[in-house]
Protein backbone atom coordinates (compact mmCIF):
# COMPACT_ATOMS: atom_id res chain seq x y z
CA UNK A 1 0.00 0.00 0.00
CA UNK A 2 2.95 1.99 0.75
CA UNK A 3 4.39 1.82 -2.64
CA UNK A 4 1.03 2.44 -4.68
CA UNK A 5 0.30 5.48 -2.66
CA UNK A 6 3.66 6.85 -3.34
CA UNK A 7 3.56 6.16 -7.45
CA UNK A 8 0.14 8.03 -6.86
CA UNK A 9 1.27 11.16 -5.34
CA UNK A 10 4.57 11.14 -7.48
CA UNK A 11 1.91 10.83 -10.42
CA UNK A 12 -0.23 14.08 -9.38
CA UNK A 13 2.66 16.29 -8.52
CA UNK A 14 5.06 15.33 -11.07
CA UNK A 15 7.71 14.60 -8.15
CA UNK A 16 10.85 12.54 -9.66
CA UNK A 17 11.33 8.96 -8.24
CA UNK A 18 14.37 8.25 -5.24
CA UNK A 19 17.75 8.19 -7.35
CA UNK A 20 16.17 8.97 -10.90
CA UNK A 21 18.13 12.56 -11.25
CA UNK A 22 17.10 11.93 -14.91
CA UNK A 23 13.20 13.05 -14.43
CA UNK A 24 12.09 16.59 -13.86
CA UNK A 25 9.28 17.25 -11.92
CA UNK A 26 6.26 18.42 -14.19
CA UNK A 27 4.77 21.82 -13.41
CA UNK A 28 1.28 21.79 -12.02
CA UNK A 29 -1.80 22.12 -14.74
CA UNK A 30 1.44 21.18 -17.70
CA UNK A 31 1.26 18.17 -19.62
CA UNK A 32 4.65 15.87 -20.74
CA UNK A 33 5.94 15.98 -24.43
CA UNK A 34 8.21 13.88 -26.00
CA UNK A 35 11.51 15.15 -27.14
CA UNK A 36 14.51 13.64 -28.46
CA UNK A 37 15.67 13.62 -24.91
CA UNK A 38 13.29 10.79 -23.23
CA UNK A 39 12.36 12.08 -19.27
CA UNK A 40 12.93 15.93 -20.51
CA UNK A 41 10.05 18.20 -19.50
CA UNK A 42 9.29 21.10 -22.83
CA UNK A 43 6.71 23.70 -22.05
CA UNK A 44 4.05 24.01 -24.72
CA UNK A 45 4.48 26.58 -26.95
CA UNK A 46 1.58 29.12 -26.33
CA UNK A 47 0.62 32.07 -29.30
CA UNK A 48 0.23 35.39 -28.13
CA UNK A 49 -3.57 36.34 -26.71
CA UNK A 50 -5.93 37.22 -29.19
CA UNK A 51 -4.55 35.30 -32.09
CA UNK A 52 -5.31 32.89 -34.18
CA UNK A 53 -3.27 29.83 -35.61
CA UNK A 54 -3.66 31.43 -39.00
CA UNK A 55 -2.94 35.36 -38.57
CA UNK A 56 -4.58 37.59 -41.08
CA UNK A 57 -1.48 39.72 -40.79
CA UNK A 58 -0.01 37.67 -42.64
CA UNK A 59 -2.08 38.70 -45.64
CA UNK A 60 -4.06 36.46 -47.84
CA UNK A 61 -3.47 34.03 -50.93
CA UNK A 62 -3.28 35.39 -54.56
CA UNK A 63 -6.49 33.10 -55.87
CA UNK A 64 -8.37 34.05 -52.82
CA UNK A 65 -7.57 37.25 -53.93
CA UNK A 66 -8.67 36.85 -57.18
CA UNK A 67 -11.87 35.33 -56.66
CA UNK A 68 -13.07 37.80 -54.38
CA UNK A 69 -12.87 40.11 -56.53
CA UNK A 70 -15.22 38.63 -58.54
CA UNK A 71 -12.98 37.68 -61.69
CA UNK A 72 -13.66 33.75 -61.39
CA UNK A 73 -13.58 31.11 -58.67
CA UNK A 74 -10.09 30.31 -56.55
CA UNK A 75 -9.23 27.19 -59.21
CA UNK A 76 -9.26 28.96 -62.54
CA UNK A 77 -7.50 31.88 -60.84
CA UNK A 78 -4.62 29.49 -59.90
CA UNK A 79 -5.11 29.16 -63.91
CA UNK A 80 -4.71 32.85 -64.70
CA UNK A 81 -1.95 33.06 -62.38
CA UNK A 82 0.36 29.90 -63.78
CA UNK A 83 -0.77 31.25 -67.72
CA UNK A 84 1.20 34.44 -66.36
CA UNK A 85 -1.77 36.78 -66.47
CA UNK A 86 -1.70 38.21 -62.84
CA UNK A 87 0.88 40.97 -61.03
CA UNK A 88 1.04 41.84 -57.77
CA UNK A 89 2.91 45.89 -57.60
CA UNK A 90 3.51 45.85 -61.52
CA UNK A 91 5.89 42.08 -60.75
CA UNK A 92 4.62 38.87 -63.28
CA UNK A 93 3.74 36.61 -60.20
CA UNK A 94 3.66 32.78 -61.94
CA UNK A 95 4.07 30.83 -57.78
CA UNK A 96 0.94 29.54 -56.57
CA UNK A 97 0.85 30.58 -53.11
CA UNK A 98 1.69 34.04 -52.97
CA UNK A 99 -0.01 36.04 -50.33
CA UNK A 100 -1.29 39.28 -51.24
CA UNK A 101 -0.46 41.73 -48.01
CA UNK A 102 -2.57 44.82 -47.60
CA UNK A 103 -1.77 47.91 -49.86
CA UNK A 104 -0.64 45.47 -52.44
CA UNK A 105 -1.61 46.77 -55.89
CA UNK A 106 -3.43 43.57 -57.75
CA UNK A 107 -3.81 43.55 -61.86
CA UNK A 108 -5.70 41.09 -63.78
CA UNK A 109 -5.28 41.59 -67.92
CA UNK A 110 -4.24 45.03 -67.07
CA UNK A 111 -6.92 45.85 -64.76
CA UNK A 112 -6.57 46.57 -60.78
CA UNK A 113 -8.72 44.63 -58.71
CA UNK A 114 -10.12 45.29 -55.71
CA UNK A 115 -11.11 42.51 -52.61
CA UNK A 116 -13.99 43.80 -52.96
CA UNK A 117 -17.30 43.14 -49.99
CA UNK A 118 -19.41 40.10 -51.60
CA UNK A 119 -22.90 41.49 -52.91
CA UNK A 120 -25.70 38.86 -53.41
CA UNK A 121 -29.24 40.25 -54.86
CA UNK A 122 -32.12 38.11 -56.35
CA UNK A 123 -34.11 39.98 -59.29
CA UNK A 124 -37.48 38.48 -60.64
CA UNK A 125 -36.51 39.31 -64.37
CA UNK A 126 -39.12 40.46 -66.41
CA UNK A 127 -39.56 39.82 -70.06
CA UNK A 128 -37.52 41.32 -72.75
CA UNK A 129 -34.01 41.93 -70.83
CA UNK A 130 -31.19 40.42 -71.59
CA UNK A 131 -29.57 38.43 -69.03
CA UNK A 132 -25.89 39.68 -69.18
CA UNK A 133 -23.47 42.76 -68.29
CA UNK A 134 -22.95 44.10 -71.51
CA UNK A 135 -24.23 43.54 -74.84
CA UNK A 136 -24.13 46.26 -77.54
CA UNK A 137 -27.26 44.97 -79.77
CA UNK A 138 -29.21 44.73 -76.62
CA UNK A 139 -31.91 47.77 -76.00
CA UNK A 140 -32.31 46.57 -72.42
CA UNK A 141 -30.15 44.32 -70.07
CA UNK A 142 -30.87 43.03 -66.55
CA UNK A 143 -28.03 46.11 -64.98
CA UNK A 144 -30.32 48.45 -66.46
CA UNK A 145 -32.90 47.26 -63.75
CA UNK A 146 -30.11 48.16 -60.62
CA UNK A 147 -28.64 50.69 -62.15
CA UNK A 148 -26.16 52.87 -59.74
CA UNK A 149 -27.97 51.82 -56.78
CA UNK A 150 -25.80 48.46 -55.98
CA UNK A 151 -22.32 49.51 -54.36
CA UNK A 152 -20.21 47.16 -56.73
CA UNK A 153 -20.29 45.31 -60.02
CA UNK A 154 -22.22 42.52 -60.02
CA UNK A 155 -22.86 39.31 -62.62
CA UNK A 156 -25.82 37.50 -63.49
CA UNK A 157 -25.15 33.51 -62.28
CA UNK A 158 -26.51 31.48 -65.17
CA UNK A 159 -28.65 32.55 -68.05
CA UNK A 160 -32.04 33.18 -69.04
CA UNK A 161 -33.24 34.11 -72.07
CA UNK A 162 -34.96 37.43 -73.31
CA UNK A 163 -38.22 35.69 -73.33
CA UNK A 164 -37.70 33.90 -70.14
CA UNK A 165 -39.04 35.54 -66.67
CA UNK A 166 -38.35 34.93 -63.08
CA UNK A 167 -35.90 34.39 -60.36
CA UNK A 168 -32.86 35.59 -61.41
CA UNK A 169 -29.52 35.79 -58.40
CA UNK A 170 -26.54 38.29 -59.09
CA UNK A 171 -23.67 38.42 -57.37
CA UNK A 172 -19.20 39.28 -57.25
CA UNK A 173 -18.91 36.07 -55.68
CA UNK A 174 -16.91 33.88 -58.39
CA UNK A 175 -16.46 31.15 -56.52
CA UNK A 176 -20.26 30.91 -55.47
CA UNK A 177 -20.95 31.78 -59.15
CA UNK A 178 -18.94 28.96 -60.20
CA UNK A 179 -20.65 26.28 -58.24
CA UNK A 180 -24.54 26.88 -58.68
CA UNK A 181 -23.38 27.07 -62.79
CA UNK A 182 -21.30 24.05 -63.10
CA UNK A 183 -23.33 21.10 -63.85
CA UNK A 184 -21.29 19.04 -61.29
CA UNK A 185 -23.79 20.75 -58.67
CA UNK A 186 -26.78 20.27 -60.31
CA UNK A 187 -28.92 22.82 -58.55
CA UNK A 188 -32.75 22.31 -58.72
CA UNK A 189 -34.68 24.94 -61.04
CA UNK A 190 -38.73 25.26 -60.90
CA UNK A 191 -40.21 26.93 -63.57
CA UNK A 192 -44.20 27.35 -64.11
CA UNK A 193 -44.87 26.52 -68.42
CA UNK A 194 -47.28 28.56 -70.57
CA UNK A 195 -48.01 26.05 -72.98
CA UNK A 196 -50.20 27.28 -76.75
CA UNK A 197 -52.18 24.13 -76.13
CA UNK A 198 -53.38 21.70 -73.60
CA UNK A 199 -50.84 19.23 -72.84
CA UNK A 200 -51.90 15.77 -73.84
CA UNK A 201 -51.69 13.09 -71.10
CA UNK A 202 -50.01 10.52 -73.56
CA UNK A 203 -47.28 13.36 -73.63
CA UNK A 204 -47.10 14.25 -70.18
CA UNK A 205 -46.01 10.38 -69.25
CA UNK A 206 -43.70 10.26 -72.18
CA UNK A 207 -41.82 13.86 -70.65
CA UNK A 208 -42.04 12.33 -67.27
CA UNK A 209 -40.24 8.68 -68.35
CA UNK A 210 -37.49 11.25 -69.84
CA UNK A 211 -36.75 12.16 -73.63
CA UNK A 212 -33.25 12.49 -75.95
CA UNK A 213 -32.77 16.11 -76.50
CA UNK A 214 -30.10 16.44 -79.22
CA UNK A 215 -27.90 13.39 -77.85
CA UNK A 216 -28.60 13.75 -74.59
CA UNK A 217 -31.34 12.13 -72.22
CA UNK A 218 -33.53 14.33 -69.90
CA UNK A 219 -35.37 12.70 -67.11
CA UNK A 220 -37.60 15.62 -65.07
CA UNK A 221 -37.35 15.13 -61.71
CA UNK A 222 -41.40 16.18 -61.36
CA UNK A 223 -43.76 17.86 -64.11
CA UNK A 224 -47.69 18.19 -63.53
CA UNK A 225 -50.44 20.58 -64.47
CA UNK A 226 -50.01 23.82 -62.11
CA UNK A 227 -53.34 24.18 -62.67
CA UNK A 228 -56.07 20.95 -62.58
CA UNK A 229 -58.28 22.74 -65.05
CA UNK A 230 -56.04 24.03 -67.34
CA UNK A 231 -53.85 21.88 -69.08
CA UNK A 232 -51.95 24.40 -70.49
CA UNK A 233 -50.42 25.46 -67.54
CA UNK A 234 -47.25 22.95 -66.19
CA UNK A 235 -45.08 23.19 -63.47
CA UNK A 236 -41.67 21.12 -64.17
CA UNK A 237 -38.53 20.28 -61.65
CA UNK A 238 -35.11 19.79 -63.35
CA UNK A 239 -31.52 19.86 -63.17
CA UNK A 240 -30.14 19.84 -66.16
CA UNK A 241 -27.98 23.25 -66.98
CA UNK A 242 -28.62 22.24 -70.48
CA UNK A 243 -29.23 25.92 -72.63
CA UNK A 244 -33.14 26.61 -73.08
CA UNK A 245 -33.96 22.85 -71.89
CA UNK A 246 -37.56 23.16 -70.76
CA UNK A 247 -37.95 24.55 -74.26
CA UNK A 248 -36.51 22.01 -76.43
CA UNK A 249 -38.26 19.44 -74.00
CA UNK A 250 -41.66 20.62 -75.14
CA UNK A 251 -41.22 21.86 -78.84
CA UNK A 252 -39.86 18.39 -79.52
CA UNK A 253 -43.62 16.91 -78.80
CA UNK A 254 -45.04 19.60 -81.18
CA UNK A 255 -46.15 22.48 -78.24
CA UNK A 256 -45.10 26.25 -78.17
CA UNK A 257 -43.95 27.97 -74.98
CA UNK A 258 -45.97 30.94 -74.90
CA UNK A 259 -44.42 32.22 -71.30
CA UNK A 260 -42.03 30.30 -69.66
CA UNK A 261 -41.42 31.88 -65.76
CA UNK A 262 -38.65 30.09 -63.17
CA UNK A 263 -40.17 30.33 -60.02
CA UNK A 264 -37.37 28.38 -57.92
CA UNK A 265 -33.09 28.37 -58.47
CA UNK A 266 -31.03 26.78 -55.56
CA UNK A 267 -33.03 27.38 -53.01
CA UNK A 268 -34.31 31.28 -53.90
CA UNK A 269 -37.97 32.40 -54.96
CA UNK A 270 -38.85 35.31 -56.63
CA UNK A 271 -41.43 35.98 -53.20
CA UNK A 272 -42.27 39.51 -52.68
CA UNK A 273 -40.73 40.46 -55.55
CA UNK A 274 -43.15 41.93 -58.72
CA UNK A 275 -41.71 42.10 -61.74
CA UNK A 276 -38.39 43.71 -62.22
CA UNK A 277 -37.70 44.44 -58.60
CA UNK A 278 -34.58 43.01 -56.57
CA UNK A 279 -33.67 43.43 -53.38
CA UNK A 280 -30.14 42.01 -51.65
CA UNK A 281 -30.09 38.80 -50.15
CA UNK A 282 -30.48 38.20 -46.24
CA UNK A 283 -27.79 36.89 -44.01
CA UNK A 284 -29.44 33.56 -43.67
CA UNK A 285 -30.19 33.16 -47.55
CA UNK A 286 -26.42 33.84 -48.19
CA UNK A 287 -25.22 31.37 -45.37
CA UNK A 288 -27.78 28.66 -47.49
CA UNK A 289 -25.93 29.35 -50.38
CA UNK A 290 -22.41 28.97 -49.21
CA UNK A 291 -23.32 26.20 -47.50
CA UNK A 292 -25.27 24.75 -50.27
CA UNK A 293 -27.95 23.44 -47.99
CA UNK A 294 -30.95 23.73 -50.24
CA UNK A 295 -31.62 21.07 -52.88
Request: net charge positive.
Amino acid sequence: MKKEYQRSYRKKTGEPRKGDDSRQAIPAGKKRIPTTRPGRYRPRPTRPAGTSEKSTNDGIRLNKYIANAGVCSRREADELIANGLVTVNNKLVTELGTKVMPGDTVRFDGEVLKNEQKVYIIMNKPKDYITTVEDPHAQRTVMDLIGNKCPVRVYPVGRLDRNTTGVLLLTNDGELAKKLTHPRYNKKKIYHVFLDKSLKDKDLQEITKGVSIEDIFIRPDAIHFADVNDKTQVGIEIHSGQNRIVRKIFESFGYRIRKLDRVYFAGLTKKGLQRGEWRFLKDKEINMLKMMAFE
